[in-house]
C-alpha cells in the first residue's frame, strides 16, 4: 500500500491544454516535494513546499500543498511537449524519511 | 561538476545470480540512498549509507545488501535473484543524511535497470 496516492495514473492531453495532478495521503507530513523524471533518467527535484496551504509557481507550473499537510496538487498551464514525463510526489515525515508517490505519467501531443 | 554516476546502466541475469551494482555520488556528498523504482509501486527506500555506516533501512528481504566506502562510492548486491527483482534501481546522493531537508537536496543518477529472467 502506497503512503502516498497520486492521481491520475496517465494522462494524455494536447498541447497548450492545461492539466492537474494529484496527491493524497492519510498522514501527515513536515514537507512535501515533486520531482520529474524523463525517460532514461533519475527523478529531478521541482520543488519543495513546506507551509500547509503553500501555493508555489515555477513558470508555469503552479504547486499546491494542503492546509492539513496531507495532500498537494500540481498544475501545469498551457502544456507543452516538454513537459512530458512522470511526475513523482514525495512526503518527508518528522523523522525525516522520504516516501514517493508511484508517479502520474504525463503525455503531451503536439 | 560532475553528477551522480550509477553502473552499469543496463544488465540481464537469470534466476539465482547476484548482482552488484555500483553508486558514486556528487564530488562532496556523503550520503548515499538507494531506491527500487517499478511500474507498479514507484520508488521503494532499500537503504541509506553516510560515512561508511548503514543509517537506515527500508522493507527488503536480507538478499539486498549495501556498502560504503571510505571515498563515500556505494554498492549494492542483490543475491539469489527472484524474477520480481527486475527493476530500475536508482541511487541518490546529498550533503548529508536524513533525507531531503531544507537545503539537503537529494540528487539522483539515472539508475541500473535489471532484467532478470
Known amino acids: 500500500t502506497q503512503l502516498l496516492e497520486q492521481s491520475p495514473q496517465f494522462l494524455s492531453i494536447q498541447e497548450g491544454e492545461n492539466l492537474t495532478v494529484y496527491c493524497n495521503s492519510s498522514s501527515v507530513f513536515s514537507s512535501l516535494q515533486w520531482y520529474r523524471q524523463e525517460p532514461g533518467e533519475g527523478p529531478v527535484l521541482l520543488v519543495t513546499?513546506?507551509?500547509?496551504?503553500e501555493v508555489k509557481k515555477l513558470k508555469r507550473l503552479t504547486f499546491q500543498f494542503g492546509d492539513a499537510r496531507k495532500d498537494s496538487s500540481l498544475h501545469i498551464t498551457a502544456a507543452q511537449p516538454g513537459d512530458t514525463g512522470l511526475y513523482l510526489c514525495a512526503g518527508i515525515s518528522n523523522d525525516y524519511k522520504l516516501s514517493f508517490g508511484a508517479g502520474t505519467t504525463v503525455t503531451v501531443r503536439a | 561538476k560532475a553528477g551522480v554516476t550509477q553502473t552499469p546502466r543496463y544488465l540481464i541475469k537469470t534466476r539465482g545470480q547476484q548482482v552488484t551494482l555500483s553508486c558514486s555520488p556528487i564530488s562532496g556528498h556523503r550520503s548515499v540512498s538507494w531506491y527500487q523504482q517499478t511500474p507498479g509501486q514507484g520508488l521503494q527506500f532499500l537503504f541509506e549509507y553516510f560515512s561508511e555506516t548503514q543509517r537506515n533501512k527500508g522493507n527488503f528481504p536480507g538478499r539486498f545488501s549495501g556498502r560504503q566506502f571510505s571515498n563515500s562510492r556505494s554498492e549494492m548486491n542483490v543475491s539469489t535473484l527472484e524474477l520480481g527483482d527486475s527493476a530500475l534501481y536508482l541511487c541518490?546522493?546529498?550533503?548529508?543524511?536524513?533525507?531531503?531537508?531544507?537545503?539537503?537536496?537529494?540528487?539522483f543518477g539515472a539508475g541500473s535497470r535489471l532484467t532478470v529472467l
Open positions: 513546499v513546506v507551509t500547509g496551504g
Open positions: 541518490a546522493s546529498s550533503l548529508l543524511p536524513g533525507g531531503a531537508v531544507g537545503a539537503n537536496v537529494l540528487t
